[in-house]
Structures are given as structure tokens and as C-alpha cells.
């Protein structure tokens, strides 16, 4: 992978890279799929210097895509408190919660 300050970077990620990258991630890689994920993480890298190109100094920050906002439905509360049933068939709970097995000693 290249490195450079300049704002018309480009970075090469090749097959060993990428197997680099893999066995960080503890994922496991042919040699096949590694210099196909190259190819195709180049291409997305190409897109991104692409972009990085295009001047958006006029453009304002758009909050939503949609011209008008969206209706928010009424914040209340649509179901009841089922606790007592949910809990009726649990092998044990104590003051509302669940008691299960310690599985760390």
C-alpha cells in the first residue's frame, strides 16, 4: 500500500496485502480469493479517490432527502407489561428478574 500527502493519492492494495490484512482478522483467505479481494478493494479505492475529487463547497448539508419531515407517530405506549406471565413459566426469578446457573466462577 502506497502512502503519499498528496491529494491525488492512489493506493495499490495487492494479493499479499490483502492475505496480511486476512490473517490480522483471523479470516482465512486461498491465494484466489486474495488477489480477488484486491482487485475488488481497488476498484472501491478508485471510486473513493474519485470522489475525493469532486468539489462540494456550494453544496449545503442536507438534514433529510425529503422536502418535507417526516410524521412522527404519538410516543405512547402500544403494549402492556407481560412480565408476570413471561416470568410464571421461568425456574426462577427474584424481584422481576431471572436467575439463571453461574457459568463463571
Sequence with gaps: MSTSSDAQQTTDLNAQTV???AHLAR????????AEY?????KILGMMESLKGIN????EP????????????ADVVTESNHRDEYQ???PATE?????????IE
Design 62 to 73: 442536507l438534514k433529510s432527502p425529503f422536502d418535507n419531515p417526516q410524521p412522527l407517530r
Design 27 to 34: 479470516l482465512s483467505l486461498n491465494d484466489t480469493q486474495s
Design 56 to 59: 462540494t463547497d456550494d453544496v
Design 88 to 90: 410464571a413459566v421461568a
Design 19 to 21: 492475505s496480511q490484512i
Design 38 to 42: 484486491a482487485q475488488s478493494l481497488n
Design 95 to 103: 424481584a422481576g428478574l431471572y436467575l439463571v446457573p453461574r457459568v
